[in-house]
């Protein structure tokens, strides 16, 4: 038994002695957010390492599982240098964000305000890239139904349109809406970016910037008007709304049995240039157009363009390792392979050097801009655990489409979660 | 008289399963079938034999081997090595324990048997950022080391179903082999092994299936730029936007199942032959 | 070196003349095995533990933070409804899943034709991850709810039973091949007693058979039990937790299990984990009590026969 235990302690204290990593050289470990861009990054890192000699690992996170992984992995011996860090996780990593200040990657941001900053003034993170979402539109169905982009001006407009061409939706051979599908692969489409424009207003009325302890849900009621529309003028109603899946949408969009499909910048990818979705869309066929929910003055809307990608470099790093990935992000934003490899993945990004994108609904959101639009900030960046509010609002939404529940449980949920989640997020 | 009625109801019976086996064969069925379906037609209508607007063929399975930059032959590779190394670890190792904790009766083993028997009601997610801490700074980050990580969470189920099986296992046995001079080591791989074959067999395929199909704890533990395995090949066909490759995904389940339904067609011979020996015996 | 007559297990007995060697050499036969159950389970767990007590982002930043977490894990009203409902559900899993693998497993055994190939189909779920089943499954639910205008995510109840004839589907088979080995395990001779003494065949089945089996049964109890308990991976893909109660800014998912809520519990509390990991150690020490329970109530019968 002696023996027994000696052994057993042995083994334990050989467990705690932790080895401490000792590295010969500098070296850069992205943990990348994006499984869609991971071939492209690991490309990338190949490159710079035959230019350079300098190391630079890339491991996607799988999706859904960035938290956990960043967990995991800053816990290793070879902890990420590069890593994600948004609005809400500065709380929890900020103490890991490397103070970006004067850096050359933030030098050559086009625009100021494309970083999040700490309390105290560091700059935590930086965004490498800049999103558009709203109702992409295809333009030549909406010719066929005998409609322009330029009728469609408020929500009174788009109601308009919508209802008659569900209406002839048989003759037409298409109807207005994609499914708005709450299947988990893409309900936050309604409860993180639909949402976002009742918040975006909200927020306009009472100047706010960050994140608020409550919130009123004044708009909320606008937002039934637009799910409304989504939820009757569609082919998929009722119960099976609840378990369309992202795809399913994005293939009656693609298929051309829908005019509007709401979703982002992000899926120019997949309509128009991947050829193995099987889309192939024509570019000049679509168009996006901003989320009309019955507000005031919404004629002038543009488009919600903004992020939630962001840099950051992990502080309790190496110094060595600091400085390299540094070099590594100033390669990316300013050299001709890493411009072409951002414009070609993330559409448009916010660096002096970005290549003029391709990408048609970054383009409408900059004309509506140029023509005098406001922009609808990306308000849900603010949202105190995220998680749990969007399931609480998406629930509500469920229990009113499918079982026909009242819409002012979407409220309550907007309102109590909100000051819940808030008082949580603050406690911890 | 009595015999044909017994026939009858064996009939019967047999219809019975033969029904039930289709229902229960069905959900495979359907993965099957939308492998070889377009992913537009999964999604719209996922229970339609694919037709020839849907049908698209091996693209799903080219697809799936092809996508990415990583070699999906090394991501098979890897999982085979780490299938097959843990669970050789697991069998040898944990039957070993089970009998000294059957055939001891100490304190140490009693603990010891206990302390497995508490780790399974453990789920993984409990220990999940430890384990992965601690193999990460002893090196258990390879596929060649992984299996000791196997071995140590997987220890609970393994010593928990060979004790019970080993407890049926008459003494008289063992004592005529210790009479005859054999040591432990010549006993318990000569004589009690044998013996265990049915139980090696049961607990062999219930730790394959897991080690085959785990992929939390690889994805954890594993360098993921070096190694990884085919339940970690599949994650990453889920796009960070919702978008799912369904057909590729429908093809990957199936082919990482192949293997497995062959493992366990083959072993089913040796189940049965295994268990026929020990009735012989007994 | 003490020696323990008292105790009543079986194996207990042992005989000198097979232990006193055996124990010799536990550095070949324990020590491996106990190593890596170290460094697999028990230092991570033990870990855990010390970190429920903790505030931490991740485990190297650890700051004690004695029972907050604790008092926090109890007062969280989902855990509650989580606790309460992995309860149900694991009992309820529990029965369903041995009746029906035992049935199977005697059916099987009876020479029925066909057999083989039936036993190969039953077990074949098995070879499938449970987020995939999770997945094929909710397919299949709302396929065929969707034709009443509702799906499997709407109510608790469908939730609830759709997960349950999932796990079901999924684990008969694993329990159907325990049963087996311990159905061919039971001496030839004892059922040919049987039947040379005239016992019809559900005699023979209650008075000898069961009773021979016990170790078997006590297996397949204890591991569905655990199983049901665990569940994550099929709860995830099958619900998510849904459908929601709203009360006053407590969300209660109706469908979530603890495994998951304890999941959840790490990523929406991000600055502190440790109310996750306090919550995870108040769900083990609940489930290894009632483990326990169970394993000795059912090893009891075992002695007996």
């Given at each position: 038994m002696k023996k027994f235990l000696a052994m057993a302690l042995?083994?334990?204290m050989v467990l705690s002695l932790v080895a401490c990593g000792k590295k010969d050289e500098a070296s850069v470990y992205y943990l990348n957010f994006k499984p869609e861009a991971d071939a492209a990054w690991q490309q990338l890192a190949d490159e710079y390492t035959k230019a350079t000699g300098i190391p630079v690992k890339v491991v996607t996170a799988a999706s859904g599982t960035y938290e956990d992984t960043l967990v995991a992995e800053m816990d290793k011996k070879e902890a990420p240098t590069l890593f994600q860090v948004n609005v809400g996780g500065l709380k929890s990593w900020g103490d890991y964000c490397y103070d970006l200040t004067g850096t050359d990657v933030v030098n050559e941001l086009a625009a100021e305000g494309a970083v999040i900053t700490k309390d105290n003034g560091e700059i935590a993170s930086v965004a490498y890239c800049v999103e558009t979402y709203g109702l992409i539109t295809n333009k030549a169905l909406l010719k066929k139904a005998g409609y322009e982009v330029s009728d469609i001006k408020n929500f009174a407009d788009l109601k308009k349109v919508a209802e008659d061409i569900h209406a002839r939706s048989a003759e037409l051979g298409f109807d207005a809406f994609s499914s708005a599908g709450l299947d988990g692969s893409s309900n936050w489409r309604f409860s993180g970016h639909l949402s976002s424009v009742a918040l975006f207003y909200e927020f306009r009325d009472n100047n706010v910037s960050g994140m608020p302890a409550t919130v009123t849900g004044k708009y909320v009621e606008n937002l039934k008007n637009l799910w409304d529309l989504y939820t009757t003028c569609s082919a998929t109603t009722g119960a099976a709304l609840s378990t369309a899946t992202s795809d399913m949408s994005e293939a009656e969009f693609g298929q051309g049995k829908a005019v509007f499909f709401q979703n982002g910048s992000w899926e120019y990818n997949n309509l128009v240039l991947d050829a193995s979705k099987g889309f192939n869309m024509k570019a000049e066929d679509l168009t996006m157009i901003p989320l009309y929910i019955g507000v005031e003055g919404e004629e002038k809307a543009g488009l919600c363009t903004g992020t939630e990608n962001y840099w950051a470099v992990n502080a309790k790093a190496s110094e060595a390792d600091i400085k390299a990935t540094l070099d590594f992000l100033k390669w990316v934003v300013t050299s001709e392979s890493g411009t072409t490899m951002m414009a070609e993945q993330f559409g448009a990004s916010p660096f002096k050097a970005a290549k003029p994108v391709e990408n048609i609904f970054c383009k409408a959101s900059d004309a509506l801009i140029a023509n005098g639009n406001y922009n609808v900030d990306w308000s849900f960046i603010y949202t105190p655990g995220t998680d749990d509010w969007r399931a609480a609002v998406i629930d509500a939404i469920s229990q009113y489409t499918v079982k026909g529940a009242s819409w002012d449980n979407v409220k309550t949920a907007f309102v109590d979660t909100w000051a819940k989640e808030y008082k949580e997020y603050t406690a911890g | 008289m009595k015999l044909k009625k017994k026939d009858k109801n064996k009939t019967a019976l047999?219809?019975?399963?033969?029904?039930?086996?289709?229902?229960?064969?069905?959900?495979i069925f359907l993965v099957l079938m939308n492998s070889f379906k377009s992913n537009a037609a999964i999604n719209l209508n996922p229970f339609a034999i694919p037709d020839g607007e849907s049908f698209v063929g091996w693209a799903n399975y080219i697809k799936g081997m092809t996508f990415g930059n990583y070699p999906f032959f090394k991501s098979v590779l890897y999982s085979v090595i780490i299938t097959v190394m843990s669970v050789a670890l697991i069998l040898i190792c944990t039957s070993m324990a089970a009998w000294y904790i059957s055939r001891v009766g100490s304190t140490i083993s009693k603990t010891v048997y206990f302390l497995c028997v508490f780790s399974m009601v453990v789920p993984f997610q409990m220990v999940m950022f430890t384990l992965s801490r601690t193999a990460d700074s002893l090196g258990l980050n390879k596929p060649w080391t992984i299996p000791i990580i196997y071995l140590g969470f997987g220890a609970g189920l393994a010593v928990f179903m060979f004790v019970g099986f080993v407890k049926s296992i008459p003494l008289e046995i063992e004592e005529a082999a210790a009479i005859d001079g054999c040591g432990p080591v010549r006993t318990f791989f000569l004589v009690v092994l044998p013996m265990l074959k049915p139980t090696l067999i049961s607990v062999g395929v219930l730790e394959i299936m897991w080690v085959w199909n785990d992929y939390l704890l690889p994805y954890l533990v594993l360098d993921r730029t070096e190694y990884m395995t085919i339940p970690i090949h599949i994650q990453y066909l889920k796009g960070s936007f919702g978008s799912v490759d369904l057909g590729a995904t429908m093809a990957l389940i199936l082919l990482s199942i192949v293997p497995v339904i062959v493992f366990y067609l083959t072993c089913q011979k040796h189940i049965i032959k295994g268990v026929a020996a020990g009735a012989v015996k007994g | 070196m003490k020696i323990r007559k008292k105790s009543r297990d079986a194996a207990a007995l042992n005989s000198w003349l097979v232990r006193r060697p055996i124990q010799r050499m536990v550095w070949?036969?324990?020590?491996?095995?106990?190593?890596?159950?170290?460094?697999?389970?028990?230092?991570?767990?033990?870990q855990g533990i010390y970190l429920s007590f903790c505030k931490f982002r991740l485990t190297s930043d650890a700051q004690w933070a004695g029972l907050s977490n604790y008092k926090t894990a109890f007062t969280d009203p989902s855990f509650l409804h989580a606790f309460w409902y992995t309860a149900l559900f694991a009992v309820v899993s529990l029965l369903l899943i041995n009746v029906l693998a035992f049935t199977v497993a005697y059916a099987l055994t009876q020479k029925m034709r066909g057999a083989n190939l039936f036993r190969t189909v039953f077990f074949m779920p098995n070879l499938i991850g449970g987020i995939v089943l999770g997945y094929i499954w909710s397919m299949i639910f709302d396929g065929i709810l969707i034709r009443f205008n509702t799906s499997v995510v709407m109510e608790t109840e469908y939730g609830f039973w759709g997960l349950i004839i999932l796990l079901c589907w999924q684990q008969i088979g694993y329990m159907m091949i325990i049963y087996i080995a311990g159905l061919q395990a039971i001496p030839e001779d004892m059922m040919e007693a049987a039947r040379i003494d005239g016992a019809s065949s559900w005699d023979t089945l209650i008075h000898v058979t069961i009773p021979n089996m016990m170790p078997s049964f006590t297996i397949c109890t204890f591991l569905s039990l655990t199983n049901g308990f665990k569940l994550y991976d099929q709860n995830l893909a099958l619900t998510e937790g849904r459908p929601f109660i709203q009360e006053g800014g407590e969300i209660i998912k109706t469908t979530e299990m603890l495994a998951l809520n304890i999941v959840n519990a790490f990523t929406s509390q991000a600055t502190n984990r440790g109310v996750g990991q306090a919550k995870a150690v108040i769900f083990f020490v609940v489930?290894?009590?009632?483990?326990?329970?169970?394993?000795?109530?059912?090893?009891?019968?075992?002695?007996?026969?």
């Amino acid at each position: 038994m002696k023996k027994f235990l000696a052994m057993a302690l042995a083994l334990v204290m050989v467990l705690s002695l932790v080895a401490c990593g000792k590295k010969d050289e500098a070296s850069v470990y992205y943990l990348n957010f994006k499984p869609e861009a991971d071939a492209a990054w690991q490309q990338l890192a190949d490159e710079y390492t035959k230019a350079t000699g300098i190391p630079v690992k890339v491991v996607t996170a799988a999706s859904g599982t960035y938290e956990d992984t960043l967990v995991a992995e800053m816990d290793k011996k070879e902890a990420p240098t590069l890593f994600q860090v948004n609005v809400g996780g500065l709380k929890s990593w900020g103490d890991y964000c490397y103070d970006l200040t004067g850096t050359d990657v933030v030098n050559e941001l086009a625009a100021e305000g494309a970083v999040i900053t700490k309390d105290n003034g560091e700059i935590a993170s930086v965004a490498y890239c800049v999103e558009t979402y709203g109702l992409i539109t295809n333009k030549a169905l909406l010719k066929k139904a005998g409609y322009e982009v330029s009728d469609i001006k408020n929500f009174a407009d788009l109601k308009k349109v919508a209802e008659d061409i569900h209406a002839r939706s048989a003759e037409l051979g298409f109807d207005a809406f994609s499914s708005a599908g709450l299947d988990g692969s893409s309900n936050w489409r309604f409860s993180g970016h639909l949402s976002s424009v009742a918040l975006f207003y909200e927020f306009r009325d009472n100047n706010v910037s960050g994140m608020p302890a409550t919130v009123t849900g004044k708009y909320v009621e606008n937002l039934k008007n637009l799910w409304d529309l989504y939820t009757t003028c569609s082919a998929t109603t009722g119960a099976a709304l609840s378990t369309a899946t992202s795809d399913m949408s994005e293939a009656e969009f693609g298929q051309g049995k829908a005019v509007f499909f709401q979703n982002g910048s992000w899926e120019y990818n997949n309509l128009v240039l991947d050829a193995s979705k099987g889309f192939n869309m024509k570019a000049e066929d679509l168009t996006m157009i901003p989320l009309y929910i019955g507000v005031e003055g919404e004629e002038k809307a543009g488009l919600c363009t903004g992020t939630e990608n962001y840099w950051a470099v992990n502080a309790k790093a190496s110094e060595a390792d600091i400085k390299a990935t540094l070099d590594f992000l100033k390669w990316v934003v300013t050299s001709e392979s890493g411009t072409t490899m951002m414009a070609e993945q993330f559409g448009a990004s916010p660096f002096k050097a970005a290549k003029p994108v391709e990408n048609i609904f970054c383009k409408a959101s900059d004309a509506l801009i140029a023509n005098g639009n406001y922009n609808v900030d990306w308000s849900f960046i603010y949202t105190p655990g995220t998680d749990d509010w969007r399931a609480a609002v998406i629930d509500a939404i469920s229990q009113y489409t499918v079982k026909g529940a009242s819409w002012d449980n979407v409220k309550t949920a907007f309102v109590d979660t909100w000051a819940k989640e808030y008082k949580e997020y603050t406690a911890g | 008289m009595k015999l044909k009625k017994k026939d009858k109801n064996k009939t019967a019976l047999t219809v019975i399963f033969a029904i039930i086996a289709v229902v229960y064969l069905l959900p495979i069925f359907l993965v099957l079938m939308n492998s070889f379906k377009s992913n537009a037609a999964i999604n719209l209508n996922p229970f339609a034999i694919p037709d020839g607007e849907s049908f698209v063929g091996w693209a799903n399975y080219i697809k799936g081997m092809t996508f990415g930059n990583y070699p999906f032959f090394k991501s098979v590779l890897y999982s085979v090595i780490i299938t097959v190394m843990s669970v050789a670890l697991i069998l040898i190792c944990t039957s070993m324990a089970a009998w000294y904790i059957s055939r001891v009766g100490s304190t140490i083993s009693k603990t010891v048997y206990f302390l497995c028997v508490f780790s399974m009601v453990v789920p993984f997610q409990m220990v999940m950022f430890t384990l992965s801490r601690t193999a990460d700074s002893l090196g258990l980050n390879k596929p060649w080391t992984i299996p000791i990580i196997y071995l140590g969470f997987g220890a609970g189920l393994a010593v928990f179903m060979f004790v019970g099986f080993v407890k049926s296992i008459p003494l008289e046995i063992e004592e005529a082999a210790a009479i005859d001079g054999c040591g432990p080591v010549r006993t318990f791989f000569l004589v009690v092994l044998p013996m265990l074959k049915p139980t090696l067999i049961s607990v062999g395929v219930l730790e394959i299936m897991w080690v085959w199909n785990d992929y939390l704890l690889p994805y954890l533990v594993l360098d993921r730029t070096e190694y990884m395995t085919i339940p970690i090949h599949i994650q990453y066909l889920k796009g960070s936007f919702g978008s799912v490759d369904l057909g590729a995904t429908m093809a990957l389940i199936l082919l990482s199942i192949v293997p497995v339904i062959v493992f366990y067609l083959t072993c089913q011979k040796h189940i049965i032959k295994g268990v026929a020996a020990g009735a012989v015996k007994g | 070196m003490k020696i323990r007559k008292k105790s009543r297990d079986a194996a207990a007995l042992n005989s000198w003349l097979v232990r006193r060697p055996i124990q010799r050499m536990v550095w070949l036969f324990l020590l491996p095995t106990f190593a890596a159950f170290c460094i697999g389970f028990l230092y991570p767990f033990l870990q855990g533990i010390y970190l429920s007590f903790c505030k931490f982002r991740l485990t190297s930043d650890a700051q004690w933070a004695g029972l907050s977490n604790y008092k926090t894990a109890f007062t969280d009203p989902s855990f509650l409804h989580a606790f309460w409902y992995t309860a149900l559900f694991a009992v309820v899993s529990l029965l369903l899943i041995n009746v029906l693998a035992f049935t199977v497993a005697y059916a099987l055994t009876q020479k029925m034709r066909g057999a083989n190939l039936f036993r190969t189909v039953f077990f074949m779920p098995n070879l499938i991850g449970g987020i995939v089943l999770g997945y094929i499954w909710s397919m299949i639910f709302d396929g065929i709810l969707i034709r009443f205008n509702t799906s499997v995510v709407m109510e608790t109840e469908y939730g609830f039973w759709g997960l349950i004839i999932l796990l079901c589907w999924q684990q008969i088979g694993y329990m159907m091949i325990i049963y087996i080995a311990g159905l061919q395990a039971i001496p030839e001779d004892m059922m040919e007693a049987a039947r040379i003494d005239g016992a019809s065949s559900w005699d023979t089945l209650i008075h000898v058979t069961i009773p021979n089996m016990m170790p078997s049964f006590t297996i397949c109890t204890f591991l569905s039990l655990t199983n049901g308990f665990k569940l994550y991976d099929q709860n995830l893909a099958l619900t998510e937790g849904r459908p929601f109660i709203q009360e006053g800014g407590e969300i209660i998912k109706t469908t979530e299990m603890l495994a998951l809520n304890i999941v959840n519990a790490f990523t929406s509390q991000a600055t502190n984990r440790g109310v996750g990991q306090a919550k995870a150690v108040i769900f083990f020490v609940v489930v290894a009590a009632i483990s326990l329970l169970q394993l000795n109530a059912t090893r009891s019968k075992e002695v007996q026969q």
